[in-house]
């Protein structure tokens, strides 16, 4: 069986490719420090796949414990998801920010190295392309100035991996520029669970019609838009995980020294407003929001080009922003009040 190191495996990207990785006939194992998910994942896992995962609690951070896990499992690769990523408390605590996201890579690059792992998939984000001129957004399009440290951390991890290939190492390695995940596995056994007060908009939609939040608000309307609030390109989460393990196996066709990244979204874009009025047709629900200021740092539209990796990876998104609303609420609903 062939086995894949998954770091922040218990997040909610990382929970979702695990089950993509054993329907692909892969062997995930997790290492997770729990900072920004709950062992709950498991057992959600477990319900999904008939089977305990292999995990090890700890932080990426920690060489001794990485030294540990290469030790003891012969991996094919590793994907790297175990960063902190939210943009408002990156702007408060840069540091906290740069040290683990910079350090974790570095750390897991060094430990591959010394055990022979060739093959990476690295967790970008499409926020490196700050507000692109021209949309949509495709691969070579410049890379703006971040707009958060959290979105630096992800530029500078993307150089890092570019200059460590340049430097003749025989690693082959994948980015992937993520636009915005949402949904949930169509079980509800796991989705997004975000630890406090959600930033993103379809968490805090859901939470919102189940009465935890008291009500939505719009971050602007003034925006040169279809309907003036920000466009987004929402993807499905299990999509985004499939895109993994496809790029998995391109890597493992590839010669050594590789390096490649690709965007991983839709190729449409949506607003706010279409997005709840998306979640308000799916649950026939009334939706209580109000249209606020504008959020400090949002950019105001952005959605990707998925030309190359329909055509390198043989990837397509198989999911519509319906399903995407329709799984995060399900998920929703099975959570309950739980926070
Ligand atoms: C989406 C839209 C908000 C909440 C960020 C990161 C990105 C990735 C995803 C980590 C925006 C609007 C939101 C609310 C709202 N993070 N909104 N009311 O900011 O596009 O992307 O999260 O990988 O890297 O940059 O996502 O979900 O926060 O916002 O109106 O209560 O919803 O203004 O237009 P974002 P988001």
Known sequence: MKKILITGGAGYIGSHTAVALVDAGFEPVIIDNFSNSDKSVLSG???????????????????????????????????????????????QLPLKYYSNNIDSLLILLETMAA???????????????????????????????AESPYGNTKKICEDILRDYIKSGVNSRIISLRYFNPVGAHPSGEIGELPL?????????????????????????????????????????VMDLADAH?????????????????????????????????????????????????????DIEKVWASTEKIQKVLGWKPKYSLEDSIRDSWNWQQKLGEKV
Do not use: W
């Open 45 to 91: 896992l477990k319900h999904i796949l008939g089977k305990d995962l292999s995990y090890y609690e700890g932080d990426c951070n920690d060489s001794t414990l990485l030294n540990k896990v290469f030790s003891e499992n012969d991996f094919q690769g590793v994907i790297h998801f175990a960063a902190f990523k939210a943009v408002g408390e990156s702007t």
């Open 115 to 145: 055990h022979g792992v060739k093959d990476l998939v690295f967790s970008s984000s499409c926020t490196v392309y700050g507000q692109p001129d021209v949309l949509p957004v495709s691969e070579d399009t410049p890379r703006q100035e």
């Open 196 to 236: 406090g007060v959600p930033n993103n908009l379809v968490p805090f939609i859901t939470q919102t019609a189940m009465g935890i939040r008291e009500k939505l608000t719009v971050f602007g309307n003034d925006y040169n838009t279809a309907d003036g609030s920000c466009v987004r390109d929402y993807i499905h």
């Open 245 to 297: 393990v496809k790029a998995l196996a391109y890597l493992s066709q590839q010669k050594d020294n590789f390096y490649d990244l690709f965007n991983v979204g839709t190729g449409n874009g949506n607003t706010v407003l279409e997005v709840i009025q998306t979640f308000e047709k799916i649950s026939q629900l009334a939706l209580n929001y109000h249209i606020g200021p504008r959020r400090p740092g």
